[in-house]
Protein backbone atom coordinates (compact mmCIF):
# COMPACT_ATOMS: atom_id res chain seq x y z
CA UNK A 1 0.00 0.00 0.00
CA UNK A 2 2.85 2.35 0.86
CA UNK A 3 4.01 2.10 -2.83
CA UNK A 4 0.43 2.84 -3.96
CA UNK A 5 0.30 5.75 -1.99
CA UNK A 6 3.95 6.81 -3.54
CA UNK A 7 2.69 6.06 -7.03
CA UNK A 8 -0.40 7.98 -6.58
CA UNK A 9 1.37 11.28 -5.43
CA UNK A 10 4.11 11.19 -8.10
CA UNK A 11 1.10 10.42 -10.90
CA UNK A 12 -0.84 12.94 -9.89
CA UNK A 13 1.81 15.75 -9.56
CA UNK A 14 2.82 15.20 -12.81
CA UNK A 15 -0.42 16.77 -14.17
CA UNK A 16 -0.40 19.71 -11.28
CA UNK A 17 3.35 20.77 -11.42
CA UNK A 18 3.05 21.03 -15.25
CA UNK A 19 0.24 23.97 -14.44
CA UNK A 20 3.15 26.08 -12.93
CA UNK A 21 4.33 26.43 -16.65
CA UNK A 22 1.74 28.92 -16.92
CA UNK A 23 2.58 31.00 -14.12
CA UNK A 24 6.56 30.69 -14.78
CA UNK A 25 6.27 31.08 -18.69
CA UNK A 26 8.66 34.45 -18.10
CA UNK A 27 11.24 32.48 -16.44
CA UNK A 28 14.34 32.17 -17.69
CA UNK A 29 16.81 29.04 -16.84
CA UNK A 30 19.17 30.21 -14.17
CA UNK A 31 22.46 28.63 -14.17
CA UNK A 32 23.76 27.81 -10.48
CA UNK A 33 27.29 26.74 -10.99
CA UNK A 34 27.45 23.92 -13.39
CA UNK A 35 23.47 23.35 -12.65
CA UNK A 36 20.18 24.52 -14.89
CA UNK A 37 17.06 25.41 -13.20
CA UNK A 38 14.48 26.01 -16.38
CA UNK A 39 11.18 26.81 -16.46
CA UNK A 40 8.45 27.63 -19.13
CA UNK A 41 5.68 26.37 -21.61
CA UNK A 42 7.79 24.41 -23.56
CA UNK A 43 11.22 23.57 -22.56
CA UNK A 44 14.69 22.42 -25.35
CA UNK A 45 18.00 21.42 -23.96
CA UNK A 46 19.63 21.55 -26.89
CA UNK A 47 23.35 22.26 -25.46
CA UNK A 48 25.03 19.68 -23.04
CA UNK A 49 25.15 20.53 -19.48
CA UNK A 50 27.77 19.28 -17.10
CA UNK A 51 25.94 19.42 -14.40
CA UNK A 52 22.09 18.62 -13.23
CA UNK A 53 18.93 19.67 -14.73
CA UNK A 54 15.77 21.07 -12.41
CA UNK A 55 13.18 21.39 -15.13
CA UNK A 56 8.93 22.71 -14.77
CA UNK A 57 7.60 23.10 -17.81
CA UNK A 58 4.39 21.83 -20.14
CA UNK A 59 6.43 20.39 -22.36
CA UNK A 60 10.40 18.99 -22.06
CA UNK A 61 12.32 18.13 -24.57
CA UNK A 62 15.91 16.74 -23.92
CA UNK A 63 18.33 16.73 -27.28
CA UNK A 64 21.66 17.53 -25.49
CA UNK A 65 23.52 15.26 -23.02
CA UNK A 66 23.77 15.80 -19.51
CA UNK A 67 26.42 14.92 -17.20
CA UNK A 68 24.34 15.22 -13.87
CA UNK A 69 21.02 14.56 -13.13
CA UNK A 70 17.82 14.86 -14.92
CA UNK A 71 14.84 16.23 -12.38
CA UNK A 72 11.58 17.16 -14.43
CA UNK A 73 8.01 17.50 -13.95
CA UNK A 74 6.01 18.22 -17.05
CA UNK A 75 2.25 16.99 -19.27
CA UNK A 76 4.95 15.49 -21.55
CA UNK A 77 8.98 14.74 -21.32
CA UNK A 78 11.09 13.22 -24.41
CA UNK A 79 14.54 12.24 -23.40
CA UNK A 80 16.42 12.13 -26.41
CA UNK A 81 19.60 12.68 -25.24
CA UNK A 82 22.28 10.89 -22.78
CA UNK A 83 21.94 11.34 -19.25
CA UNK A 84 24.80 10.84 -17.36
CA UNK A 85 22.89 10.49 -14.23
CA UNK A 86 19.59 9.34 -12.58
CA UNK A 87 16.35 10.31 -13.91
CA UNK A 88 13.35 11.65 -11.55
CA UNK A 89 11.02 12.50 -13.69
CA UNK A 90 6.60 12.70 -13.31
CA UNK A 91 4.94 13.65 -16.59
CA UNK A 92 1.28 12.72 -18.54
CA UNK A 93 3.71 10.93 -21.43
CA UNK A 94 7.12 9.85 -20.79
CA UNK A 95 9.35 9.03 -23.38
CA UNK A 96 13.12 7.81 -23.45
CA UNK A 97 15.20 7.15 -26.16
CA UNK A 98 18.68 7.51 -25.15
CA UNK A 99 21.19 6.10 -22.65
CA UNK A 100 20.34 6.86 -18.96
CA UNK A 101 22.35 5.80 -15.77
CA UNK A 102 19.35 5.43 -13.47
CA UNK A 103 15.18 5.99 -14.21
CA UNK A 104 12.53 6.99 -11.48
CA UNK A 105 9.47 7.62 -13.08
CA UNK A 106 5.82 7.88 -12.67
CA UNK A 107 3.23 9.32 -15.12
CA UNK A 108 0.21 8.03 -17.11
CA UNK A 109 2.31 6.49 -19.77
CA UNK A 110 6.21 5.97 -19.67
CA UNK A 111 7.93 4.24 -22.34
CA UNK A 112 11.59 2.92 -22.91
CA UNK A 113 11.93 2.71 -26.59
CA UNK A 114 14.45 0.38 -28.25
CA UNK A 115 17.85 1.18 -28.82
CA UNK A 116 17.88 3.06 -25.11
CA UNK A 117 19.84 1.32 -22.36
CA UNK A 118 19.84 1.84 -18.18
CA UNK A 119 23.08 1.25 -16.92
CA UNK A 120 21.45 0.40 -13.29
CA UNK A 121 18.02 0.27 -12.21
CA UNK A 122 14.62 1.37 -13.01
CA UNK A 123 11.70 2.33 -11.04
CA UNK A 124 8.55 3.03 -12.91
CA UNK A 125 4.91 4.05 -11.43
CA UNK A 126 2.32 4.06 -14.24
CA UNK A 127 -0.72 2.96 -15.71
CA UNK A 128 0.90 1.84 -18.88
CA UNK A 129 4.47 1.24 -19.09
CA UNK A 130 6.71 0.00 -22.35
CA UNK A 131 9.78 -1.65 -22.25
CA UNK A 132 11.62 -2.19 -25.58
CA UNK A 133 15.28 -1.25 -24.00
CA UNK A 134 17.91 -3.04 -21.98
CA UNK A 135 17.75 -2.75 -18.07
CA UNK A 136 21.15 -4.02 -17.05
CA UNK A 137 19.87 -4.35 -13.16
CA UNK A 138 16.61 -4.19 -11.70
CA UNK A 139 13.48 -3.18 -13.23
CA UNK A 140 10.49 -2.49 -10.67
CA UNK A 141 7.03 -1.86 -12.90
CA UNK A 142 3.83 -0.80 -10.70
CA UNK A 143 1.69 -0.77 -13.70
CA UNK A 144 -2.06 -1.26 -14.88
CA UNK A 145 -0.86 -2.21 -18.45
CA UNK A 146 2.76 -3.46 -18.60
CA UNK A 147 4.28 -4.70 -21.91
CA UNK A 148 8.32 -5.76 -22.29
CA UNK A 149 9.61 -6.46 -25.44
CA UNK A 150 13.13 -5.16 -24.20
CA UNK A 151 14.94 -7.22 -21.27
CA UNK A 152 16.08 -6.45 -17.77
CA UNK A 153 18.28 -8.28 -15.66
CA UNK A 154 15.53 -8.56 -12.96
CA UNK A 155 11.98 -7.67 -13.70
CA UNK A 156 9.40 -7.35 -10.89
CA UNK A 157 5.51 -6.09 -11.30
CA UNK A 158 3.19 -4.91 -9.40
CA UNK A 159 -0.43 -5.08 -10.55
CA UNK A 160 -1.88 -1.11 -9.90
CA UNK A 161 -5.56 -1.68 -9.12
CA UNK A 162 -7.88 0.72 -8.79
CA UNK A 163 -10.45 1.84 -6.03
CA UNK A 164 -13.46 -0.76 -6.48
CA UNK A 165 -16.79 0.87 -6.91
CA UNK A 166 -18.20 -1.78 -4.65
CA UNK A 167 -15.17 -3.36 -2.97
CA UNK A 168 -13.66 -0.01 -1.16
CA UNK A 169 -13.51 -1.36 2.26
CA UNK A 170 -12.24 0.45 5.57
CA UNK A 171 -8.44 0.08 4.09
CA UNK A 172 -9.45 1.63 0.46
CA UNK A 173 -11.47 4.06 2.28
CA UNK A 174 -8.33 5.59 4.37
CA UNK A 175 -6.35 5.22 1.24
CA UNK A 176 -8.70 7.37 -0.69
CA UNK A 177 -8.99 9.78 2.44
CA UNK A 178 -4.91 10.14 2.23
CA UNK A 179 -5.09 10.27 -1.48
CA UNK A 180 -7.52 13.50 -1.27
CA UNK A 181 -5.34 15.25 1.55
CA UNK A 182 -2.05 14.88 -1.06
CA UNK A 183 -3.64 16.41 -3.61
CA UNK A 184 -5.28 19.21 -1.82
CA UNK A 185 -1.85 19.64 -0.29
CA UNK A 186 -0.36 20.20 -4.01
CA UNK A 187 -2.91 22.28 -4.90
CA UNK A 188 -2.67 24.81 -2.00
CA UNK A 189 1.41 24.73 -2.60
CA UNK A 190 0.71 25.78 -6.37
CA UNK A 191 -1.74 28.18 -5.16
CA UNK A 192 0.76 29.52 -3.16
CA UNK A 193 3.53 29.88 -5.47
CA UNK A 194 1.38 31.72 -8.38
CA UNK A 195 0.25 34.32 -5.66
CA UNK A 196 4.05 34.40 -4.74
CA UNK A 197 5.29 34.86 -8.21
CA UNK A 198 2.41 37.60 -9.14
CA UNK A 199 3.22 39.50 -5.72
CA UNK A 200 6.52 39.52 -6.76
CA UNK A 201 6.06 40.65 -10.32
CA UNK A 202 3.27 43.18 -9.12
CA UNK A 203 4.34 44.82 -5.61
CA UNK A 204 8.38 43.70 -5.78
CA UNK A 205 9.46 46.97 -3.82
CA UNK A 206 6.96 46.28 -0.97
CA UNK A 207 7.76 42.55 -1.22
CA UNK A 208 11.44 42.75 -0.62
CA UNK A 209 10.83 45.23 1.94
CA UNK A 210 9.14 42.81 4.21
CA UNK A 211 11.39 39.93 3.94
CA UNK A 212 14.26 42.41 4.38
CA UNK A 213 13.05 42.67 8.01
CA UNK A 214 13.06 38.92 8.54
CA UNK A 215 16.72 38.43 7.55
CA UNK A 216 17.88 41.52 9.40
CA UNK A 217 15.77 40.66 12.78
CA UNK A 218 14.93 37.15 12.67
CA UNK A 219 14.41 36.37 16.66
CA UNK A 220 12.67 39.76 17.26
CA UNK A 221 10.35 39.81 14.46
CA UNK A 222 9.69 36.03 15.15
CA UNK A 223 8.84 37.00 18.88
CA UNK A 224 7.23 39.78 18.50
CA UNK A 225 4.76 38.00 15.58
CA UNK A 226 4.15 35.46 18.30
CA UNK A 227 3.18 37.79 20.40
CA UNK A 228 0.62 39.78 17.75
CA UNK A 229 -0.85 36.40 16.68
CA UNK A 230 -2.18 35.32 20.14
CA UNK A 231 -3.56 38.72 21.02
CA UNK A 232 -5.27 38.75 17.98
CA UNK A 233 -6.89 35.46 18.48
CA UNK A 234 -8.06 36.68 21.99
CA UNK A 235 -9.34 40.05 20.43
CA UNK A 236 -10.89 37.78 17.49
CA UNK A 237 -13.04 36.00 20.77
CA UNK A 238 -13.65 38.74 22.73
CA UNK A 239 -15.31 40.29 19.21
CA UNK A 240 -16.88 36.69 18.80
CA UNK A 241 -19.07 36.38 22.39
CA UNK A 242 -20.49 39.88 21.45
CA UNK A 243 -23.57 40.66 19.19
CA UNK A 244 -22.01 43.75 18.28
CA UNK A 245 -18.62 42.82 17.90
CA UNK A 246 -19.37 40.20 15.46
CA UNK A 247 -18.67 42.59 12.43
CA UNK A 248 -15.32 43.39 13.71
CA UNK A 249 -14.14 39.64 14.17
CA UNK A 250 -15.23 38.66 10.64
CA UNK A 251 -12.94 41.77 9.23
CA UNK A 252 -10.27 41.38 12.05
CA UNK A 253 -10.46 37.46 11.21
CA UNK A 254 -9.84 38.16 6.85
CA UNK A 255 -7.06 40.76 8.01
CA UNK A 256 -5.23 37.58 9.81
CA UNK A 257 -6.18 35.59 6.53
CA UNK A 258 -4.42 37.56 4.31
CA UNK A 259 -1.28 38.12 7.03
CA UNK A 260 -1.10 34.44 7.62
CA UNK A 261 -1.12 33.73 3.59
CA UNK A 262 1.70 36.98 3.30
CA UNK A 263 3.74 35.05 5.94
CA UNK A 264 4.16 32.03 4.26
CA UNK A 265 5.25 33.82 0.89
CA UNK A 266 7.64 36.18 2.28
CA UNK A 267 9.67 33.74 4.89
CA UNK A 268 9.77 31.64 1.79
CA UNK A 269 11.78 34.01 -0.13
CA UNK A 270 14.05 34.90 2.61
CA UNK A 271 14.66 31.52 3.48
CA UNK A 272 15.24 30.49 -0.32
CA UNK A 273 17.47 33.46 -0.13
CA UNK A 274 19.14 32.46 2.55
CA UNK A 275 20.01 28.74 1.64
CA UNK A 276 21.37 30.41 -1.74
CA UNK A 277 23.31 32.45 0.27
CA UNK A 278 24.49 29.51 2.21
CA UNK A 279 25.27 27.60 -0.95
CA UNK A 280 27.01 30.27 -2.85
CA UNK A 281 25.03 30.73 -5.66
CA UNK A 282 23.39 33.42 -7.59
CA UNK A 283 19.61 33.30 -8.83
CA UNK A 284 17.00 35.37 -9.26
CA UNK A 285 14.00 36.35 -6.52
CA UNK A 286 11.75 33.81 -8.21
CA UNK A 287 14.27 31.09 -7.80
CA UNK A 288 14.71 31.58 -4.13
CA UNK A 289 10.76 31.88 -3.44
CA UNK A 290 10.41 28.51 -5.33
CA UNK A 291 13.26 26.85 -3.67
CA UNK A 292 12.05 28.35 0.04
CA UNK A 293 8.35 27.69 -0.95
CA UNK A 294 9.53 23.77 -1.47
CA UNK A 295 10.91 24.05 1.99
CA UNK A 296 8.42 26.02 4.28
CA UNK A 297 6.15 23.19 2.41
CA UNK A 298 8.22 20.22 3.29
CA UNK A 299 8.71 21.17 7.22
CA UNK A 300 5.01 22.01 7.48
CA UNK A 301 4.36 18.50 6.37
CA UNK A 302 6.38 16.52 8.60
CA UNK A 303 3.91 14.76 11.42
CA UNK A 304 3.81 16.32 14.71
CA UNK A 305 6.82 18.78 14.56
CA UNK A 306 5.16 20.14 11.00
CA UNK A 307 2.61 22.07 13.64
CA UNK A 308 6.04 23.82 15.03
CA UNK A 309 7.06 24.79 12.10
CA UNK A 310 3.90 26.41 10.64
CA UNK A 311 3.57 28.61 14.35
CA UNK A 312 7.42 29.81 13.63
CA UNK A 313 7.02 30.63 10.03
CA UNK A 314 3.53 32.08 10.81
CA UNK A 315 5.03 34.26 13.75
CA UNK A 316 8.28 35.23 11.87
CA UNK A 317 6.08 36.26 8.45
CA UNK A 318 3.70 38.33 10.79
CA UNK A 319 6.32 39.92 12.37
CA UNK A 320 8.20 40.95 9.57
CA UNK A 321 4.93 42.58 8.29
CA UNK A 322 5.09 44.51 11.13
CA UNK A 323 8.25 45.80 11.13
CA UNK A 324 7.99 46.53 7.30
CA UNK A 325 5.23 48.51 7.73
CA UNK A 326 6.51 50.72 11.01
CA UNK A 327 10.33 51.65 9.53
CA UNK A 328 9.99 51.43 5.47
CA UNK A 329 6.14 52.72 5.44
CA UNK A 330 7.41 55.33 2.75
CA UNK A 331 8.76 52.36 0.36
CA UNK A 332 5.87 50.07 1.00
CA UNK A 333 3.68 53.21 0.05
CA UNK A 334 5.66 53.86 -3.02
CA UNK A 335 3.64 53.10 -5.70
CA UNK A 336 6.49 50.62 -8.42
Given at each position: MYMRRIAAFLALSLLIFSMVSLIAADIEGTYIGEDLLIAGGTVYIDEPISGDV??????????????????????????????????????GNVDIFSDVYKILAAGGNVNIHRGAMVST????????????????????????????TGSAGNLEVYEMDGFGEFGLGMHGFLSLIYLIRIIIGILVTIGFAILGMLLLKTFKRQFLAIEGEIRSSPII???LGFVFGIASVIVFVIFLITMVGIPFA???????TIAFIL?????????GRKVGQMAKWQ???????????????????????????????LSMGIGGLFYAVKNNWHTIAQRE
Open positions: IAFAGTIYVNAPIEGDLIAFAGKIEVNGEIGGKIIVAGNAYIAAPDVDNAGIVYGELRVFSRNFENVTVIMLCAIMSFLVVSLALATNTWYFVVGLIIVRVLTWLPIIGLFFIVLF
